[in-house]
């Protein structure tokens, strides 16, 4: 009967492992895609140190990098849907690109059409309307990655400027797509400091 038991016991913690979701805290974090025209692209975090720390905290952290697309958690600069400056650092062989932006927070973004080049670059835009938000599960990712559960995320809804935290997959998320190949998108080189 204890044989029985044992194994029962061990059947159960398996197939329950099995199941298990991955979860991501995204209290006060945007999460952001950015879809390379290449592979092997890899994100550099950007560390910031807080004032109130007694270290260095992410500032952004990769969750998900693979093929073309990565997928980060950007933490929130202060309080408020101003305007901050971030900064993405991302690395391929022995070059890095820095793309420089301004733009606000409280929002899940997806870069796309970016193809990797070496050096600083700006890249402003208009935020998209809500006609132009689409769902995760229209971003190229793994099955895994669509169902990872992102907990308190501060999301968009389909209401005019609407938002709410939920705790929602991935494939569930509204993001604002910014294409770099749209009219309206600027995108150019920043000269080196001097």
């Known amino acids: 009967m204890k044989t029985i038991l044992y194994y029962l016991i061990i059947i159960l913690s398996i197939s329950s492992c099995k199941g298990q979701k991955i979860i991501i ?12 025209e290449e592979n092997n692209v ?3 975090s950007v560390k910031k140190k807080y004032l109130n720390t007694k270290g260095i905290i992410p500032l952004n952290t990769t969750i998900y990098n693979k093929n073309k697309i990565i997928i980060i958690t950007q933490r929130w600069q202060g309080y408020g849907t101003g305007h901050f400056d971030k900064i993405y650092s991302f690395a391929k062989e022995k070059d890095t690109m820095n793309i420089h932006c301004l733009y606000g927070q409280e929002r899940n973004n997806y870069f796309k059409d970016i193809q990797f080049q070496k050096g600083d670059y700006e890249l402003n835009f208009k935020i998209p309307e809500i006609k132009d938000k689409v769902l995760g599960n229209t971003i190229s990712a793994t099955k895994e990655m669509k169902n990872t559960l992102f907990k308190n995320n501060y999301t968009l809804t389909l ?18 797509k910014i294409s770099l190949k749209e009219e309206g998108v600027i995108w150019k080189k920043l000269d080196k400091k001097k």
Do not use: A, C, M, T
């Open 25 to 36: 805290e995204s209290k006060s974090k945007d999460i952001i895609v950015f879809e390379f």
């Open 42 to 44: 890899k994100h550099i």
């Open 159 to 176: 209401k005019k400027n609407s938002k709410e935290v939920k705790d929602l997959p991935f494939k569930d998320l509204f993001f604002s």
